[in-house]
C-alpha cells in the first residue's frame, strides 16, 4: 500500500506522565523527544508523505500515540474506543481531524479497541486481543474492515503491551515477530524473522512505501532485515521506548 499522508502529534512537555511499565534508568527527557519526533516526521516527508503534526494535548500525556485512537481502513478511519479509560479523551481530540479527510466511524461501548493491537497484512487485519482490546471491539472493527473487502481474524497478545509491539508486517509475506508468537497458528502462513530477546524494541519496526523504518542500535535485527533488500532507516527512538512506544504508534498513515 502506498501511503501519501500522516497525521502525527507533538509530545507535550508532560509526556513523562503517560502510562509505562519500563525501566528507567533515568528521567525521560523533552528535548530528546523533541529530537526524536522532528527525525520521525522528516523520515516520513523523505518518503513522499504529506504530515499533519498537531500540537500537543496537555491533559492527554500519551496523545503524541496517535496510532492508539484511530484505525485507517480503506476510505474510512475508526474511531477507537482505548482500553485505558485516561486515554478516551485523545479519540474526541482525533475525530475533528480525521473527518476533514474523510467519512469517519466509531467504536461503541462495550467494545474496546487501541490501535496499536490492529496490523494490516496485504488485506488482512489481524486484532489483538489484549489487556487494552477485546473481542467486541474487534468484531466491531472487522465488520467495518468486512465491508470494505478486507478479512480479518483476532490473535491472543500474550507477550507485551499491545499486537504490534511484538510483530510487524514487513512486507514480502513476511512478519517480524518476538520468539514467542513464531509458532502461533495465525502466523503460519508466513516467512518469519525472529527479533532476539535483547533486541525486543526492534520488532516495531514500520514499513512505509517500501522502506524500512527501524529503531536504532538493534544490529542483529537490523542484519536480518538486509536479506530482504529494502532500504532501512533507523531512527532514535529512546525516549519514546521509555513510555513503552514504538515507531508504529507515532502515526496515523493512510
Ligand atoms: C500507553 O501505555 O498507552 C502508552 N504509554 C504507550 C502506547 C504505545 N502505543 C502503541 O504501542 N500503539
Redesign the pocket.
Known amino acids: 500500500m502506498l501511503f501519501t499522508r500522516a497525521i502525527t502529534r507533538l509530545p507535550g512537555e508532560n509526556f513523562h506522565q ?4 519500563a525501566h528507567w534508568d533515568r528521567p525521560p527527557r523533552y528535548d530528546r523527544i523533541l529530537a526524536q519526533h522532528a527525525a520521525y516526521v522528516a523520515a516520513l516527508e523523505t518518503l513522499g508523505l504529506e504530515v499533519t503534526v498537531l500540537p500537543p494535548a496537555p491533559d492527554f ?2 496523545a503524541y ?1 496517535v ?2 485512537a484511530a484505525v485507517m481502513l480503506p476510505g474510512l478511519a475508526v474511531l477507537t474506543r ?1 482500553g ?1 479509560p485516561a ?1 478516551r479523551g485523545e479519540v474526541e481530540a482525533m475525530a475533528p481531524v480525521l473527518e476533514r479527510f474523510g467519512p469517519v466511524a466509531s467504536i461503541r461501548a462495550p467494545g474496546l479497541l ?4 490492529v496490523m494490516c497484512v496485504e488485506d488482512h487485519l489481524f486484532i489483538g486481543l489484549s489487556r ?1 482490546s477485546n473481542r467486541e471491539g474487534a468484531r466491531q472493527l472487522g465488520a467495518l474492515a468486512a465491508a470494505r473487502g478486507l478479512t480479518w481474524s483476532s490473535v491472543p497478545v500474550t507477550a507485551a ?2 499486537l ?2 511484538g510483530v510487524n508486517y514487513v512486507g514480502e509475506a513476511t512478519l517480524l515477530l518476538f520468539e514467542a508468537y513464531r509458532d502461533l497458528p495465525d502466523f503460519a502462513a508466513y516467512r518469519k524473522i525472529v527479533v532476539p530477546p535483547e533486541e525486543a524494541p526492534a520488532a ?1 519496526t514500520l514499513r512505509v512505501n517500501g522502506t524500512l523504518l527501524i529503531p536504532a542500535g538493534h544490529p542483529r535485527t537490523a542484519e536480518s532485515l538486509a536479506a530482504l533488500c529494502l532500504p532501512l532507516v533507523e531512527l532514535d527512538m529512546s525516549e519514546v521506548a521509555m ?4 515507531l ?2 507515532l502515526s496515523l498513515r493512510f
Request: charged residues 35%; contains cysteine; hydrophobic residues 15%.
Open positions: 503517560g502510562i509505562t511499565n500525556p500519551d500515540f496510532e492508539d482505548p485505558e486515554r487501541d490501535g496499536g493491537d487494552r503491551l499491545h504490534k509491539t516495531n513510555m513503552d512506544g514504538g508504529t504508534c
